[in-house]
């Protein structure tokens, strides 16, 4: 186990050229104190869980100090927001204090989100607030234990300085980890400035360290573009399977590893709707929940237009071809899964069929598929608790004897097929409304207790655990009323 001081550091990223960042220090925060962290983010660091109550951690982690070894930087990128061709991004209010190798011989890099201003701030204030702080804590550790693609949060460290919003609030600071936060923006910035020695080095950086198996190869461009694609292909399956929606789906937000990155407004699912939009600014739905795989196509054509120089196009357009089999592919198996039945024609048919009847009747998608779980396919059993939360029984009862039949057809066993469901289909979800009241009790009473806890249900969302039964429930009705934007 490794204390503070003996972190070894290994700041790949920093001794690339100056071209891909800025040397910046954090803006110190006046009495930094832990709100939350995560002992299993920690345990990626070999750091000791004593460590985090060390005053030394925590001022390092509000951006007051830096230890020996780390290189703090701002990071460069571009990205179409939007659609639209932003040309200079980068690191706004984020800063790489550097990566730590662990004993397995992991990369961690470990980065400062709302450390102040950087030469990307472009007006910006360079703080996060603790309301969004919670938020992107929370939900990327909770994706981590969904088994989804993901930048992780070590810890929150917030301070009384205020921050402007709509209204005053205080800044908080979100330590995350990822091998890397490199995205497909970091790419554009040097193709539409026209310079193409640097996409190519970003390339040969990204290939060396994350994709080894191709550093082998005469050409590996194009094959790592396609190993980007299939990336992708697998997280956008993985969201819509379980109901995510990222709600700002710009290139700059999309990982050259297939990484969920940068949690601002997004959502889970309650009631099933396609066309959830999560972000209230997104007025025009471009980032609505049945788009994303969509998007995340378009986003792969932009990525791949700035490895051009290094391929041709038709050979750039083949490496990201695979991309809407691929998600199909994978988007059916996790469904197909979930509904307990082996991927096929039949099993698509009733995927589809009661998506439909859960769109149609505005039923929970998280619970309709926790009680399907449950579900006996012995002839005329009546199902009565996943029956209950469809309005249109008739409908629901036709569903539910053509799956019944599926179901016997294949010999399926019920108890068996509980258990393996239960293990894809989450109990728990970090539903809008869960992480506001978590929001509220810390920034209105200084009470972290309930993100504690939620962190700590949210880190097994798989199992029984009864005496949260209420966190799996449908939302109130305040929780409509609930906005989230891009501004945090
Ligand atoms: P996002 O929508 O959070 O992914 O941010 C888009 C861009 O705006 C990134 O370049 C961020 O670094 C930058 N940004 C967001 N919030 C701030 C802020 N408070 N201060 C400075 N830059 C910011
Ligand atoms: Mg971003």
Redesign the pocket.
């Known amino acids: 186990m490794a204390t503070l001081e003996s972190l070894v550091f290994d700041n790949g990223f920093a001794r690339l050229p100056e071209a891909y960042y800025s040397r910046v220090c954090p803006t110190p925060v006046p009495d930094p104190y832990l709100v939350c962290y995560s002992p299993e983010a920690l345990a990626l660091l070999d750091l000791d869980e004593g460590e985090m109550t060390r005053p030394e951690l925590i001022e390092t982690l509000a951006g007051n100090q830096l230890l020996p070894g780390m290189d703090a930087i701002?990071a460069l990128?571009a990205?179409h927001?939007f659609g639209h061709y932003?040309p200079q991004?980068?690191?706004?209010?984020?800063i790489l204090l550097g990566e730590v190798k662990n004993a397995a011989g992991q990369g961690w890099e470990v980065q400062l989100k709302?450390a102040g201003?950087?030469p990307?701030?472009?007006?910006?204030?360079?703080?996060?607030v603790l309301r969004s702080s919670i938020r992107e804590f929370l939900c990327s550790e909770a994706m981590h234990a969904l088994g989804i693609p993901t930048t992780r949060a070590l810890c929150i460290v917030g301070s009384d300085r205020p921050?402007y919003r709509e209204d005053e609030e205080t800044a908080a600071l979100v330590t995350r980890l990822a091998p890397s936060f490199v995205r497909f923006g970091s790419f554009e910035v040097f193709y539409y400035r026209n310079q193409i020695e640097p996409i190519k080095q970003l390339a040969d950086y990204v290939i060396a360290r994350y994709y080894p198996d191709l550093k082998t190869l005469a050409d590996p461009y194009p094959e790592f573009l396609r190993q980007v694609a299939l990336r992708t292909a697998e997280l956008m399956a993985h969201w819509q399977a379980v109901g995510f929606s990222h709600g700002?789906m710009?290139t700059?937000?999309m990982s050259i590893l297939g990484l969920t990155l940068?949690y601002?407004p997004f959502g889970f699912l309650d009631a099933l709707d396609p066309g959830y939009v999560c972000n209230h600014s997104d007025t025009g739905g471009r980032y609505a929940f049945d788009q994303q795989p969509d998007v995340a196509a378009w986003n792969l054509t932009k990525l791949a237009q700035t490895l051009v120089p290094l391929m041709s196009v038709e050979t750039a357009s083949q490496a990201i071809g695979e991309y809407p089999q691929v998600f199909g592919k994978s988007y059916l198996e996790r469904m197909a899964a979930k509904f307990g039945l082996p991927p096929g024609s039949e099993a698509s048919g009733l995927i589809m069929d009661a998506l439909q009847l859960m769109a149609q009747n505005h039923v929970d998608y998280t619970i309709f598929l926790r009680r399907l779980c449950d579900f006996d396919s012995r002839e005329g059993a009546l199902n009565a608790p996943l029956r209950d939360l469809v309005l249109d029984r008739a409908a629901f009862d036709a569903w539910a004897a053509r799956y019944a039949a599926a179901l016997r057809q294949q010999g399926s066993n019920d108890a068996e097929r509980a258990a393996a469901m239960r293990a894809v289909n989450p109990k728990y979800i970090l539903r809008n409304h869960l992480a506001e009241i978590a929001i509220r009790r810390a920034a209105d009473e200084r009470d972290y207790g309930e993100v504690n806890r939620l962190h700590a249900l949210l880190m097994h969302p798989f199992d029984e655990q009864p005496e949260f039964e209420s966190y799996a429930a449908e939302p109130p009705d305040w929780a409509r009323k609930i906005e989230v934007s891009?501004?945090?």
């Open positions: 701002a990128y990205g927001q932003v991004l980068g690191d706004g209010r984020a709302g201003r950087t990307y701030s472009r007006g910006g204030d360079g703080r996060a921050v700002v710009n700059d937000n940068d601002g891009c501004s945090s």
